[in-house]
């Protein structure tokens, strides 16, 4: 059995490995745990399983799961040896002898489960509901460690602790529950607390009151804090069906508390800290690039800041931390900033996984500062890079050089395509369709206009890159500076025929045709996709009312498209973040409630949220008919509801 002063010395050696490991050096972190004397303790199976589990994470590789499974079940057996051999000796915490066996066990069934669940079939996430039902002891554990919710404790965007700006109904039930003077505790509870018979109302262990004691106790408080709010915000995100299933067996989630558990895990010392820092600016990375609204913009963003900025003072070369400090950057607007971000990462030695994430991530913030040729570059790297999705990003790089005329290029990209597309055997992802479409579309459009059907790129007026469903779903143009924008707006409005709407940035059109002469855009999928994104920008730029007749006009183009189906369920959903964000803009206008023609702040909020549902009901139905990027839209539409969810709790509706 190990010693207290052993365990102290593991979980030592095991921060370190980890360190080594989401620094970049995954040979490395096996190489602590196999020459510093860990054996084949629990500490050391457990972190060569999640070596394994990262790079599955990263490349979904089937070798890899098994190789994961294998380290992480001889890890769970022992770790589980560990807990009933520890009981009987003294403890050097606060707490029962033991419960520190029973976080890393814990910890183990989460990986367990998390590595089932990589499948992504039914039976992947059925044997991840058996492993997680196996640590029942959780659920009581956070509500030991923290009787009266999590008020009082630190994260990273408010190291001083204050007041909750929503709390939870379940995080009241806690409070109602703890005592408030002393009382005998039963035996279930002296058991697993390790409190004694009678208890007073001391400070609760672990806040700046009376904080956690050695490097045991902050790992046993940052435990069960990163184990509950990964359980309640992975439950929150499986898809309906499969949540369906977990509620059955009486598995119910708070998705506000588990973030703010991942959050007060995130901000201490251990080695949750750095994973439960991972998951949250990934999370809320993703949440803010997709979901277009946010209830809360600023303290997300905030948040996400003060997580990054404590691994990459620890590790200033962690690629992982580079590509969330980069995505911030561009989603605060300082695009300029993450491109440089980005290229520093570029230069770091890292998993190849995590490289391609930062060349793609690159590419995209180059296309968004009209950076056009210096993208199809980096895009022409990832395709490179990834071996089962060149045809996509050879695709993206041509529509960049279209993008800037240089139609020899992109041509000579478009050709390549047919070739790139056979070599990958197996069933069509949803893009390669999409791309044999558009390629086609170009085709006739070109036949129609009576050109060399060798030179069909010429023919191609709106970029594939600009009016893709991929670069929609990237979202690019929502964050968009204003000078960004409005040459968007320029090119788009100097196409023929003429947009026959006026806004604040776009007055009649320049672009008048002449007699004998062929339009630019001569189908509805054209003319739905430039008045889908011209809609976009014109919100960006806070012109709502030009951007709802512009969305709207896309719906009316929408009803006879041949190719662009995806445009209908994209453009309610644009038009769900319009009511929203035009719901924001007007109640910030009116101020502490007072009354403007007749309407109070919250009738406003009323109208705007029924609103974005009934649009959001729209996007819903058209993605369950559409194959093309069904499962992106689909994911932001759970985003956004989400948020429109959030607001209407801060605003008790």
């Given at each position: 059995?190990?010693?207290?002063?052993?365990?102290?010395?593991?979980?030592?050696?095991?921060?370190?490995?980890?360190?080594?490991?989401?620094?970049?050096?995954?040979?490395?972190?096996?190489?602590?745990?196999?020459?510093?004397?860990?054996?084949?303790?629990?500490?050391?199976?457990?972190?060569?399983?999640?070596?394994?589990?990262?790079?599955?994470?990263?490349?979904?590789?089937?070798?890899?799961?098994?190789?994961?499974?294998?380290?992480?079940?001889?890890?769970?057996?022992?770790?589980?040896?560990?807990?009933?051999?520890?009981?009987?000796?003294?403890?050097?915490?606060?707490?029962?002898?033991?419960?520190?066996?029973?976080?890393?066990?814990?910890?183990?069934?989460?990986?367990?489960?998390?590595?089932?669940?990589?499948?992504?079939?039914?039976?992947?996430?059925?044997?991840?509901?058996?492993?997680?039902?196996?640590?029942?002891?959780?659920?009581?554990?956070?509500?030991?460690?923290?009787?009266?919710?999590?008020?009082?404790?630190?994260?990273?965007?408010?190291?001083?602790?204050?007041?909750?700006?929503?709390?939870?109904?379940?995080?009241?039930?806690?409070?109602?529950?703890?005592?408030?003077?002393?009382?005998?505790?039963?035996?279930?509870?002296?058991?697993?607390?390790?409190?004694?018979?009678?208890?007073?109302?001391?400070?609760?262990?672990?806040?700046?009151?009376?904080?956690?004691?050695?490097?045991?106790?902050?790992?046993?408080?940052?435990?069960?804090?990163?184990?509950?709010?990964?359980?309640?915000?992975?439950?929150?995100?499986?898809?309906?069906?499969?949540?369906?299933?977990?509620?059955?067996?009486?598995?119910?989630?708070?998705?506000?508390?588990?973030l703010k558990a991942l959050a007060v895990s995130a901000a201490r010392t251990d080695v949750h800290a750095m994973f439960a820092g991972l998951l949250l600016t990934t999370y809320y990375g993703s949440l803010l690039l997709a979901s277009g609204y946010h209830a809360d913009e600023q303290h997300i963003t905030d948040q996400c800041k003060g997580i990054v900025r404590r691994?990459?003072?620890?590790?200033?070369?962690?690629?992982?931390?580079?590509?969330?400090?980069?995505?911030?950057?561009?989603?605060?607007?300082?695009?300029?900033?993450?491109?440089?971000?980005?290229?520093?990462?570029?230069?770091?030695?890292?998993?190849?996984?995590?490289?391609?994430?930062?060349?793609?991530?690159?590419?995209?913030?180059?296309?968004?500062?009209?950076?056009?040729?210096?993208?199809?570059?980096?895009?022409?790297?990832?395709?490179?890079?990834?071996?089962?999705?060149?045809?996509?990003?050879?695709?993206?790089?041509?529509?960049?050089?279209?993008?800037?005329?240089?139609?020899?290029?992109?041509?000579?990209?478009?050709?390549?395509?047919?070739?790139?597309?056979?070599?990958?055997?197996?069933?069509?992802?949803?893009?390669?369709?999409?791309?044999?479409?558009?390629?086609?579309?170009?085709?006739?459009?070109?036949?129609?206009?009576?050109?060399?059907?060798?030179?069909?790129?010429?023919?191609?007026?709106?970029?594939?890159?600009?009016?893709?469903?991929?670069?929609?779903?990237?979202?690019?143009?929502?964050?968009?500076?204003?000078?960004?924008?409005?040459?968007?707006?320029?090119?788009?409005?100097?196409?023929?025929?003429?947009?026959?709407?006026?806004?604040?940035?776009?007055?009649?059109?320049?672009?008048?045709?002449?007699?004998?002469?062929?339009?630019?855009?001569?189908?509805?999928?054209?003319?739905?996709?430039?008045?889908?994104?011209?809609?976009?920008?014109?919100?960006?730029?806070?012109?709502?009312?030009?951007?709802?007749?512009?969305?709207?006009?896309?719906?009316?183009?929408?009803?006879?498209?041949?190719?662009?189906?995806?445009?209908?369920?994209?453009?309610?959903?644009?038009?769900?973040?319009?009511?929203?964000?035009?719901?924001?803009?007007?109640?910030?206008?009116?101020?502490?409630?007072?009354?403007?023609?007749?309407?109070?702040?919250?009738?406003?909020?009323?109208?705007?949220?029924?609103?974005?549902?009934?649009?959001?009901?729209?996007?819903?139905?058209?993605?369950?008919?559409?194959?093309?990027?069904?499962?992106?839209?689909?994911?932001?539409?759970?985003?956004?509801?989400?948020?429109?969810?959030?607001?209407?709790?801060?605003?008790?509706?």
């Open positions: 059995m190990a010693h207290a002063l052993d365990t102290e010395e593991m979980l030592r050696l095991t921060t370190r490995a980890l360190d080594l490991a989401f620094a970049n050096d995954v040979e490395a972190a096996l190489n602590v745990f196999a020459t510093e004397g860990l054996g084949d303790s629990p500490f050391t199976l457990m972190g060569r399983g999640v070596c394994a589990l990262l790079k599955v994470v990263l490349s979904m590789d089937p070798e890899l799961v098994e190789y994961g499974l294998e380290y992480l079940t001889l890890a769970e057996q022992r770790a589980r040896k560990q807990m009933k051999l520890a009981k009987s000796s003294a403890p050097s915490h606060r707490f029962q002898p033991g419960i520190e066996w029973g976080i890393l066990h814990n910890d183990i069934i989460i990986f367990l489960g998390l590595v089932h669940a990589l499948s992504q079939s039914y039976k992947g996430y059925l044997q991840c509901l058996y492993e997680i039902n196996r640590q029942a002891l959780l659920t009581l554990w956070f509500k030991m460690l923290y009787p009266t919710g999590l008020d009082g404790y630190a994260t990273p965007s408010q190291p001083t602790p204050a007041a909750s700006r929503q709390p939870s109904e379940t995080r009241l039930q806690y409070a109602e529950a703890t005592p408030a003077i002393p009382v005998r505790t039963s035996r279930l509870f002296v058991r697993w607390s390790g409190l004694g018979a009678l208890t007073t109302p001391t400070p609760v262990l672990g806040t700046i009151t009376n904080p956690a004691n050695g490097p045991v106790e902050e790992f046993i408080l940052s435990g069960v804090a990163f184990g509950y709010g990964l359980f309640n915000l992975a439950l929150s995100l499986l898809p309906a069906k499969i949540r369906y299933v977990f509620v059955l067996f009486g598995y119910n989630y708070d998705r506000e508390l588990g691994p990459l003072h620890r590790h200033p070369k962690l690629s992982l931390c580079m590509l969330n400090k980069a995505r911030i950057q561009r989603i605060s607007g300082d695009s300029e900033g993450a491109i440089v971000t980005l290229q520093e990462g570029r230069q770091q030695r890292s998993l190849p996984q995590v490289d391609e994430l930062l060349v793609i991530e690159l590419a995209w913030t180059l296309f968004q500062c009209r950076r056009y040729e210096e993208s199809a570059q980096v895009f022409m790297d990832v395709s490179k890079m990834n071996s089962w999705n060149r045809a996509t990003y050879h695709f993206l790089a041509a529509g960049c050089y279209v993008s800037v005329r240089q139609l020899d290029e992109a041509q000579r990209l478009f050709d390549k395509l047919p070739a790139v597309l056979d070599k990958r055997r197996g069933r069509d992802m949803p893009t390669e369709v999409l791309i044999k479409k558009k390629l086609e579309f170009y085709k006739k459009k070109h036949g129609r206009r009576g050109g060399d059907p060798k030179r069909f790129a010429e023919s191609v007026k709106i970029s594939p890159v600009e009016g893709g469903a991929d670069m929609l779903s990237k979202n690019t143009y929502a964050h968009a500076d204003k000078e960004t924008a409005l040459a968007h707006i320029a090119e788009l409005t100097a196409l023929t025929p003429p947009v026959d709407i006026q806004t604040e940035h776009m007055g009649s059109s320049s672009s008048m045709r002449q007699p004998g002469t062929v339009l630019d855009l001569d189908t509805s999928d054209e003319l739905a996709v430039r008045s889908l994104i011209l809609g976009i920008l014109h919100r960006t730029l806070g012109d709502y009312a030009g951007a709802r007749k512009l969305l709207r006009d896309a719906l009316k183009h929408y009803q006879d498209v041949d190719v662009n189906s995806w445009v209908g369920g994209m453009t309610h959903f644009e038009l769900a973040v319009l009511d929203m964000k035009e719901g924001e803009w007007r109640s910030v206008v009116m101020g502490g409630g007072n009354p403007v023609e007749g309407e109070t702040v919250l009738e406003v909020w009323k109208r705007a949220i029924k609103s974005a549902r009934d649009s959001l009901a729209h996007a819903q139905a058209l993605c369950a008919r559409e194959t093309d990027m069904l499962l992106r839209l689909d994911t932001r539409i759970v985003m956004l509801r989400e948020e429109i969810n959030v607001k209407m709790r801060q605003l008790r509706m």
